[in-house]
């Protein structure tokens, strides 16, 4: 049976000019978004993604929110961190690690908070989250320091397990009792007292909260100077491949100029060609329109 090539979902030409800069570049930044889990199941951060229940993800993303509201952005978080737990990393995810493997100046940037990466072995001397991740916490409490990474208990408190439709006979035990959506806002979320949700163990006080920046934090000193220098380097940056983000969030969004300052090309990978910023900051050298989880493993072979 003749084999079936695999379709090619990038015009050829792109595709010969495209590697033919990547095998020739040295220094090779990735800046990675939302887009690239988007085919691991994950919803994006803007967009349909962008509302869970009746919230609008960016509005629960702040350390007002978990002030006024903890119980239920520690529902949102619990619920992000089941869903990251349930997915996989897809041929995207494995693509870049390879690729960070093999070339020694390449730097890989990423927003994602979904552990997608880390579980795609990629190099992490060569992975910065600039986000955070859904797997690390820290207490809430200013003067108390205490953080945990890699913290994958689901759920990390009893009070915040995704309730199970019980009224369903045909489930033989409870195990497979179906999980509710959580993320619709017509299921009723659980009420949970303040007690009921995760404490530090060291200062006993505070609350742990969500190891992810949210929006009006700094992003981590240790990971923006990793990323000062690497960027300070004397030598240019051949490279960065902007996938799957709308590159509207700061500072994140600005390393794709501060690399085209420094002579980089610029190449895009994202579903819709409408949703980079208009500026023609953006205009990418290469722009690949369509799923990052079939076009990076392509361009990048
Ligand atoms: C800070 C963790 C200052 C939490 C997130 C200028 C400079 C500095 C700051 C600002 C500035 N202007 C505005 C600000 C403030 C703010 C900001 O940027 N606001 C935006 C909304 C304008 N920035 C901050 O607050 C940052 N902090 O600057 O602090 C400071 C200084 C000193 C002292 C104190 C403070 C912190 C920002 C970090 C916020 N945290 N995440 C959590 O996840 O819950 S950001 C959040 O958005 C996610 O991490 C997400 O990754 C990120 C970016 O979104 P995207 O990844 O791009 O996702 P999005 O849905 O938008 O887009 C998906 C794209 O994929 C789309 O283009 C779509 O077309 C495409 N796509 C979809 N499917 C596919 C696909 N592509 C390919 N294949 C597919 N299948």
Redesign the pocket.
């Known amino acids: 049976m003749a084999s079936t090539a695999a379709r090619s979902v990038v015009p050829q030409k792109d595709l010969e000019s495209f590697q033919a800069h990547l095998n020739s570049s040295t220094r090779i930044l990735a800046l990675l978004?939302?887009?690239l889990s988007?085919?691991s199941g994950l919803p994006?951060?803007?967009?349909a993604?962008?509302l869970w229940r009746t919230h609008d993800?960016?509005e629960l993303?702040t350390p007002e929110a978990f002030g006024r509201d903890p119980g239920l952005v520690w529902q949102f978080y619990s619920y992000r961190r089941h869903m990251a737990l349930q997915a996989k990393p897809n041929p995207a995810h494995y693509a870049l690690a390879e690729l960070a493997r093999k070339k020694e100046g390449f730097m890989t940037l990423s927003?994602?908070?979904d552990g997608l990466s880390p579980r795609a072995n990629h190099p992490p001397e060569k992975l910065k989250l600039l986000?955070?991740s859904l797997f690390d916490v820290k207490c809430s409490e200013f003067f108390c320091k205490h953080t945990e990474s890699n913290n994958y208990t689901d759920p990390i408190v009893p009070a915040l397990a995704i309730p199970t439709d019980e009224s369903d006979p045909t489930t033989i035990s409870a195990l497979q009792a179906r999980e509710l959506d959580i993320s619709d806002e017509n299921v009723a979320l659980p009420e949970l007292a303040i007690r009921d949700l995760p404490r530090c163990p060291k200062c006993k006080r505070g609350l742990l909260r969500p190891g992810?920046?949210?929006?009006?934090?700094?992003?981590p000193t240790q990971v923006l100077d990793d990323i000062d220098k690497w960027m300070a380097d004397s030598k240019k940056i051949d490279l960065i491949m902007v996938i799957?983000?709308?590159?509207?969030?700061?500072?994140a969004a600005g390393y794709v100029d501060s690399a085209r300052a420094k002579g980089a090309k610029v190449a895009v990978?994202?579903?819709?060609r409408a949703?980079m910023p208009a500026s023609g900051l953006y205009k990418g050298d290469w722009f690949f329109e369509g799923?990052?989880?079939q076009i990076v493993p392509e361009i990048l072979k």
């Open positions: 978004g939302a887009g988007a085919s994006t951060f803007r967009g993604g962008g993800a960016v993303a927003q994602n908070v986000h955070g992810v920046v949210w929006f009006g934090e700094m992003l799957g983000t709308s590159a509207k969030v700061y500072p990978v994202n579903m819709d949703d799923d990052a989880a």
